[in-house]
């Protein structure tokens, strides 16, 4: 009887921790915008083709993650592409998994081998020209190793925007962390949150990579066409959130476990 006790307390035990480590960290609302099955809640815009047209299934799923592939394509011909979620957000923290195929297109260029990102602040798609090759937004870089280049991971792009670093305004166009690239096909964890006063901060793996803030639109537009964007806001510059999208650079990715996690 008395080790029928102990076995039922254990097993009491074993059951609690478990139901603790399902609950949302100190009550963290996380919600996930990917249901591991579809791409519900996902549109495609690829250059050269109407918003919703998924291109050759450019994006599809499988395994529990969204899949990058050109499997089906004859050869890249530089048709960027972005994965847009449906709704726009303000203040956040994004979090997700993603991997690198070691294989890519011959025709990708050699800067978008192992190049993807997640674009935020990102005009609504519905605004992209058919042949714009990246949205209006901040990109979250993400790099793996490429042969020849020294290369850094969870850098930040702004086709069509500049953000603020160090107290200076910031006109570059790409700027890198000091986090080296690891080498692909393997799975990493990237996190991006943007804070309610507009700080943005980048992680890999739970490291800190690089830190900007006070987003806004580049008013002469020199690497995306931010000017009409500019024109609609009434010449306001600064910008207050934005759309959410996936990269397709030219070489096939995964992303799996997108959850977000909305900030007041």
């Not at 102990?6 to 609302?29: D, F, T, W, Y």
Request: charged content about 20%; aromatic content about 10%.
């Amino acid at each position: 009887m008395q080790t029928w006790t102990r076995l039922v307390a254990v097993a009491a035990i074993a059951l609690a921790a478990n139901a603790c480590q399902s609950m949302p960290q100190g009550g963290e609302n996380w919600r996930p915008l990917f249901d591991g099955k579809t791409l519900d809640g996902w549109t495609p815009k690829i250059r050269g083709f109407p918003l919703g047209e998924n291109y050759r299934d450019t994006f599809s799923v499988k395994d529990g993650a969204i899949v990058v592939s050109y499997d089906k394509y004859d050869q890249f011909g530089e048709r960027f592409g972005h994965l847009f979620y449906k709704a726009p957000f303000q203040a956040y923290r994004l979090r997700f998994e993603y991997r690198f195929s070691t294989a890519h297109p011959a025709d990708t260029p050699n800067w978008a081998i192992a190049n993807s990102g997640v674009m935020i602040y990102g005009q609504d798609p519905k605004t992209m020209a058919v042949d714009d090759s990246f949205p209006v937004s901040v990109e979250a870089q993400i790099l793996g190793q490429a042969p020849g280049q020294a290369r850094f991971n969870s850098n930040m792009c702004s086709p069509g925007t500049h953000v603020v670093m160090n107290g200076q305004l910031e006109k570059t166009h790409c700027i890198n962390s000091i986090n080296p690239a690891g080498p692909n096909g393997v799975w990493y964890q990237f996190e991006v949150e943007v804070s309610p006063s507009g700080v943005v901060t980048q992680k890999v793996n739970g490291q800190t990579t690089i830190t900007y803030s006070d987003v806004q639109f580049d008013p002469e537009g020199k690497m995306a066409n931010s000017k009409p964007l500019v024109a609609a806001a009434g010449g306001k510059l600064k910008l207050d959130g934005g759309t959410i999208s996936l990269q397709s650079e030219g070489n096939p990715i995964e992303f799996r476990k997108i959850e977000i996690l909305e900030l007041h």
